[in-house]
């Protein structure tokens, strides 16, 4: 397969941190591969090992039909990688960047000269085109940093958190350009450690965690996996959360998730509208007033959940520290960071 990405086995130890425990992948030919996990679960030295950035202690891997560990220069012909990091040269326009990686992949002038022009237009970039980048926004350096690794049109891309430390706005054009890439048939293998990213872009999604891919699948294959759906209550007082969540548990099929800031009551059922309808009169005996019920499918959010065995407390801090929906409210696991 010309296009895909292939790897078994991958293990990486630095001193005594495991990064990689074995990771296997398989991303066939044209397909976008979201690795999805928390900060530290070895999304970056998995990519740097398909990149031939870092050499694996043991594994396999083979991209773009070539194998990474016999052949990596013939890999790297056949790349691009658009780091966690963005690597641009801060004194140049950005113009002069896309011209000058053309020129490193031995384009011909002329040649790098209208690929930079495409790019840029591609990238919403031309108006800033002669500037030089370190005037750039965020948002910007990160339109240049994946166009610069575009120059070539590489039939395997690799994106390392593309969209992290962006403002909404930003990632919503990001993902706008990501997805006429894919569109053009290249295959993506991208990390994320948002779950509405990895929902929105990707067509298969590998949860890694400690250095191990723990589940893979489709976004509604993983969902279908946590069970069905969710009967979510806000209520309207926040002493009554207690009482409401003695009847979530009577009715529910699992956990029932608490978030104090939103008064959000969350449990997994069985039974659909009936059941709603039960619930609905239950609370109303108890004299619990609420202010949004209703009944909706699992979100990946439940999914990683129920796969990392993350309690839900922790998810309830999260979104309490920022509720506007904005996935950088997500913030990184740090108690698994801690665990390490
Ligand atoms: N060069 C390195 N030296 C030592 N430890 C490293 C190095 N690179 C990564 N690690 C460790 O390996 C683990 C996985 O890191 P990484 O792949 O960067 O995770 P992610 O990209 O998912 O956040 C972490 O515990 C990290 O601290
Ligand atoms: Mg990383």
Redesign the pocket.
């Known amino acids: 397969m010309p296009g895909a990405i292939h790897a078994e086995g991958l293990v990486?130890t630095?001193?005594d941190?495991?990064?990689?425990d074995g990771v296997d992948l398989d991303v066939p030919e044209g397909t976008v591969l979201g690795?999805l996990?928390?900060?530290?679960?070895?999304?970056?030295?998995?990519?740097?090992c398909l990149t031939t950035l870092?050499r694996p202690d043991s594994g396999t891997a083979v991209v773009a039909g070539i194998d990474v560990l016999k052949h990596p220069d013939a890999v790297r012909r056949n790349i691009g990688l658009s780091g966690?990091f963005a690597a641009v040269d801060e004194y140049l326009t950005g113009r002069e960047n896309l011209q000058m990686v053309g020129r490193l992949y031995q384009l011909k002038a002329a040649a790098a000269k209208a690929r930079a022009e495409e790019l840029l237009e591609q990238f919403h970039l031309v108006d800033a085109a002669d500037r030089p980048t370190k005037t750039y926004s965020g948002g910007m350096r990160r339109r240049l940093d994946l166009a610069a690794a575009l120059v070539v049109s590489p039939p395997v891309m690799f994106m390392?958190?593309p969209t992290t430390g962006l403002d909404p706005r930003n990632r919503q054009q990001l993902w706008e350009v990501i997805k006429q890439l894919v569109s053009g048939g290249t295959t993506l293998l991208l990390?994320t450690?948002y779950l509405e990213e990895a929902d929105h872009l990707a067509h298969d999604i590998a949860v890694?965690d400690q250095?191990r891919v723990i589940a893979q699948g489709t976004s509604d294959q993983l969902k279908a996996r946590t069970g069905g759906e969710r009967v979510e209550v806000v209520v309207h007082e926040r002493e009554h959360i207690p009482t409401a969540a003695e009847v979530l548990r009577g009715f529910g099929k699992g956990d029932t998730t608490v978030e104090e800031h939103t008064r959000k009551l969350t449990v997994p059922v069985t039974g659909g509208a009936k059941l709603l309808a039960e619930v609905i009169r239950e609370l109303d005996t108890r004299g619990i007033e609420i202010d949004d019920i209703g009944l909706r499918r699992p979100t990946l959010d439940d999914v990683f959940l129920s796969l990392t065995g993350h309690v839900a407390e922790l998810t309830a801090e999260e979104n309490g520290a920022n509720g506007s929906g904005d996935p950088a409210a997500k913030e990184?696991r740090q108690q698994k960071?801690a665990a390490?």
Do not use: I
């Open positions: 990486k630095f001193g941190v495991k990064a990689l690795l996990g928390p900060n530290g679960a070895g999304k970056t030295t998995t990519v740097r870092l966690q390392d958190e990390t450690q890694v250095g990184p960071e390490k």
